[in-house]
């Protein structure tokens, strides 16, 4: 679990005239709190799990109208909910994607890592690029995604995955292999190659960012 803290919106914004927020994985808000401090015209995201769902709900209500942006969440799967937030966005206005939605719950310890078998609601990604490609033009658009170490090894600022599931979970018989149920990166690129640059960041479990060529 990374944080978009640890990027600097306000360059990107600047840089490539981003004017809309999307995120995946709500969580504690707060990457959506953050990215709320910047003047996107409108903030969406999307939580699957119903007790975060409900407590981010609440919180974010309020923050709307102290940051006086507009901020809507959305509750399902990511992918579902990704075809109307992409429906609501003009298509000319270039989009922040924050993609951090895997393990329903895991991280907070309300689920297992294993407790979803579906590859499209345990680890999303993959259908969610498919699905923000198949319904915009997003050559114009910034895609940050989380938690490069479980699809790519790697020396990361937090090690290994291997190493942090034998250290935080050695009686849970996790792997990286099972939790990532064999997927590599290379879907990324396949999607993306034409348009972007992706660049690997190795900073908390790892980053692939990805800006427009131009």
Known sequence: M????????QDLMAKYGLLNYVETGT?????????????FKKL????????????AKQKFDGLSRIYNRECELFHGQSVAELVQILKDIQKSDPVLFFL?????????????????????IRLPL???LETIKRHRDTKND??????????????????TLQRHLDKHFPDMDYTKEKLSGGQDI????DLFFESHNV???????GYLILVPRK
């Open 142 to 159: 910034v895609l940050i995604i989380d938690d490069l170490w479980l699809y790519e090894d790697g020396e990361y600022e937090a090690g």
């Open 199 to 205: 660049i690997k960041d190795s900073r908390d479990q």
């Open 100 to 120: 951090d939605a895997h393990f329903p719950g895991a991280d907070f310890r309300y689920e297992t890592y294993d407790a979803v078998e579906d590859d499209n």
């Open 44 to 55: 969406y995201s999307v939580e699957i799990y119903d007790e975060i769902y409900e407590t």
């Open 27 to 39: 969580g504690l808000g707060e990457c959506l709190e953050y990215a709320m401090r910047h003047p």
């Open 2 to 9: 990374g944080s978009l803290l640890k990027h600097n919106i």
């Open 126 to 128: 993959r259908s969610e």
């Open 186 to 189: 290379k879907f990324v690129y």
